[in-house]
């Protein structure tokens, strides 16, 4: 009970994303005692007319008490579920938000022998159009006055550089950056946050981690199916703004940053924003866009619609470590395969007596899903009588390797952060700016039409211009293993 009684208020508890992430998160720590029974209450609140029981049932289908709980089965999900309360109101009520402060401060009982600090967590599973009046109404009536108030937010944040601003304009009005905590699920994936780890703790990888020795960065997210019934909200956004502005472009800035003086998360924020500002402006013989045959089939998407579900781009970074550097980023829906993973593929061995050339370059993977895994692809003697070279790996797979770990849900983590006011993985109002800076006067010409798209195969590997565009950035080549 560090901080007294916790208040958690699901905004949108009736929704998908609550339904599908922010309930079933919360029941993960809960069933592993990080939101112990007794100084916890959740609150949901939405528009539709619920009963407690009838949110409760909504929930309980998406909970699962899985390996890591501390009691078995039912019990636990029962126990979870009484910990919810229901609040129904429309987002622009005063009275709603009246109401919801009631049924906060209820449970609080704060003074004569009940908490001294008490902590209030607003977690907005809404559409961004409706977080500036939420946010107004959270901060008119329910404040936390015994103790910290946070906010979770998530993307979109805007469509481009000016909503954005604008957006984070009338939120830093209403609280301070300390208060706001900006999702980005992948900074919560488990090989995202190793990326740190990883590059700073192991002798191995700090000289070679620059130009000299790196040919090129790839960072690869292929979806295998396509946007199902989301057509209506994807068409507005698009794959870039849906995954590279924020989750790739995150990965890259973890690859790409400097040492930071410690991992605070303020010295880690400062060192993802100076790569963010060294990105070059990005050129269109460095962009391929595909739309995949069947999209405009999904409902809510125009016939006409020009927006992307497949793009490459090549991202260049001005500084001593990376320039000359290609970071390929790829990122498309209904494609061949689902998988999401950072290569980065070394240059050639100086007077190569061994013919490494054939055998393909040395590689280093991190997989994020499926199934978690970093190797190396290096050339070793091929077993036998022979002085033959041959690719091979240098393999750590989480599953084999961590056996009886549960690796937990990038929500879980991002949740038990916010609860505990760690603020490194997540997004800082400068760093949004500069991603959005990157890629707005790209998405305009998008957005008009200047920039068209290419038609791919649903299950393909994408637009086959897209593979043109990696070979021609020239430094790639398949590995052969
Ligand atoms: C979301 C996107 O942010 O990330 C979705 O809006 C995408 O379009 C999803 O499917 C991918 O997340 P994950 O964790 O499944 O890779």
Not at 316 to 322: A, K, L, P, Q, S
Not at 391 to 404: K, V
Request: proline share 4%.
């Amino acid at each position: 009970n560090q901080g007294g009684f916790l208040s958690v208020v699901v905004l949108g508890a009736s929704g998908d994303l609550a339904k599908k992430k922010t309930f079933p998160a919360l029941f993960n720590l809960f069933k592993q005692g990080f939101i112990p029974t007794g100084d916890v209450q959740i609150i949901g609140y939405a528009r539709s007319k619920l009963t407690n029981d009838e949110l409760r049932k909504r929930i309980a289908g998406n909970l699962k008490p899985g390996k890591n709980a501390l009691q078995d089965g039912q019990a636990v999900i029962s126990e979870f579920l009484k910990l919810i309360t229901y609040v129904a109101g429309a987002y622009d009520s005063k009275e709603g938000f009246m109401e919801l402060e009631k049924a906060i401060a209820s449970r609080e009982n704060v003074g004569d022998g009940g908490s001294s600090s008490t902590r209030r967590l607003f977690y907005l599973a809404l559409p961004p159009s409706v977080y500036p009046l939420v946010s107004k109404m959270v901060h008119a009536h329910c404040m936390n006055k015994h103790g910290w108030t946070r906010v979770i937010v998530e993307k979109p944040f805007g469509k481009d550089l000016a909503s954005s601003e604008e957006l984070s304009g009338q939120l830093g009005e209403l609280f301070t950056e300390d208060q706001l905590y900006r999702i980005d699920h992948y900074l919560g994936k488990e090989i995202v946050q190793n990326l740190l780890v990883m590059r700073f703790a192991n002798r191995f990888f700090i000289p070679l981690w620059n130009r000299d020795n790196i040919a090129n960065v790839q960072i690869v997210f292929k979806e295998d199916f396509g946007t199902e019934g989301r057509g209506g909200y994807f068409d507005e956004y698009g794959i870039i703004r849906d995954i590279i502005q924020n989750h790739l472009l995150q990965v890259l800035c973890l690859v790409a940053m400097e040492k930071p003086v410690s991992v605070s998360p303020e010295h880690i924020r400062d060192e993802k924003v100076k790569v963010l500002k060294a990105v070059q402006p990005i050129k269109d013989e460095d962009v391929v866009i595909g739309q995949y045959e069947g999209y405009k089939d999904d409902e809510g998407v125009p016939n006409d619609s020009n927006t992307p579900t497949f793009a490459t781009v090549i991202v260049h970074i001005n500084n001593e470590r990376w320039d000359g550097v290609p970071f390929i980023i790829k990122a498309g829906k209904a494609l061949d395969s689902r998988k999401a993973e950072i290569r980065v593929q070394f240059k050639d061995v100086p007077g190569d007596i061994f013919k490494c050339k054939k055998q393909g370059r040395n590689e280093f993977v991190m997989r994020l899903q499926p199934s978690e895994a970093m190797y190396m692809k290096l050339t070793v003697k091929r077993p036998g009588l022979d002085m033959a070279g041959t690719q091979s790996e240098l393999d750590l797979s989480y599953r084999e390797r961590y056996q009886d770990i549960v690796i937990p849900e990038a929500y879980e983590r991002l949740l038990l952060d916010t609860i505990r006011g760690d603020q490194q993985h997540f997004v800082r109002r400068d760093e949004l700016r500069a991603a959005w800076e990157i890629f707005t006067p790209l998405l305009h010409r998008i957005d008009c039409g200047e920039f068209k798209c290419l038609n791919y195969a649903s299950g393909g590997r994408g637009p086959p211009e897209s593979d043109d565009l990696i070979s021609r950035a020239g430094l790639w080549r398949r590995c052969t293993a």
